[in-house]
């Protein structure tokens, strides 16, 4: 059974939505990943683990072409980002959703590999939601947020708070397990956020936990020399597979609660 949206022709569109598929649409970036990481490195990510989760699954959804380029201007201070100015963004991929919701696609799930695109991402999913006046479900996830990947990065890490944050040990570890010949290992760098606790962040573990969860985003050169936000020394392929393998997983556990989530009726008092 076809499961690439892109391969398929037209009717086999209309059949896949018709029989209630989810399409699921990875959305990244391109920007620096530090001295040893590809500037590709959140679009392969994501698409990856997308890419494996709907491949075991076929019958519940089909993988929407990726959106690659996302918001990040506050990593334009080191070559190589390529970034779309928010409100662009937002609508691009609202555009997007509501083109496959029009094709009849009621459960669109935005799988997302950039941390500045979570907010941009939240809003576009919910306009998709409020375009349609509530007759579809449009959710968002980022994937570093998926239970089975926080689950097994808890037991795998050997880094501790902060490391795995952008470039570090999770998203090292996930790019030697996909692509190990364009990681450039001896050059990679343990260095740390500088900002005050309530504003560290960890990709696996949420915010500090003698923080509050403030989100405070200055320029990235600011924060690091490096463009590293933990510590890619720690990373090694076997964790990769094995993060990589909790992503897709918990990926298709979400599909399926998607899924079986019901689209109930609005209840307007006017």
Known sequence: MKYRFAEMIWH??????????IAVLPVATYEDHGPHLPVDTDVVLCT??????????????????????GYSPHHMDFHGTLTI????????????????????????????GHGSNASPLDLAARLTVLEYEGRIHCASVSHWDLRRAKDKGAQLRSSDYGGTSHAGEYET?????LKPELVEMDRAVDERSPMSPSFRTDLLAGTHPEGSAARLVPYWSSQTGSGVMGDATSATKQ?????????VSGLVDLVAELKAQPI?????QH
């Open 85 to 112: 100015t928010w409100d662009t963004f937002i609508r691009y991929v609202k555009d997007v959703c509501c083109s496959l919701a029009h094709h009849g696609f009621e459960r669109i799930l935005i799988v997302n």
């Open 264 to 268: 109930l009726p609005r209840r307007d």
């Open 48 to 69: 990856g683990i997308c890419e494996r989760a709907v491949q075991r699954i076929p019958d519940q959804a089909v993988l929407v072409p990726p959106v690659a380029h």
């Open 12 to 21: 086999e569109i209309r059949d896949a939505s018709q029989a209630g598929r």
């Open 239 to 247: 964790k990769g597979e094995a993060w990589l393998e909790a992503a």
């Open 173 to 177: 570890s996930l790019y030697l397990a």
